[in-house]
């Protein structure tokens, strides 16, 4: 999902975030607003992956939940 986007819906899939990475806070999830860099940032420090485990985790998932998505 390109940043826009993210940026875009992001009131709309910060609890789907939330939920796919449950160790983030509503803290984080404001802190990131919208933006793939903040997020992928915060998930390293979270969970402690390297940054291209977290990358291929974020494509993933952001994959999965635009094919679901219904407002996409």
Known sequence: METTVLKGKWNQIKGEVKKQWGELTD???????G???RL????????GHAKED???EYKEWSIRWTDSDPLR
């Open 27 to 33: 803290d984080d999830l404001e802190q990131i607003s």
């Open 35 to 37: 933006e793939k860099d």
């Open 40 to 47: 992928i940032g915060i998930l390293q420090e979270r969970y």
């Open 54 to 56: 977290i990358e291929r």
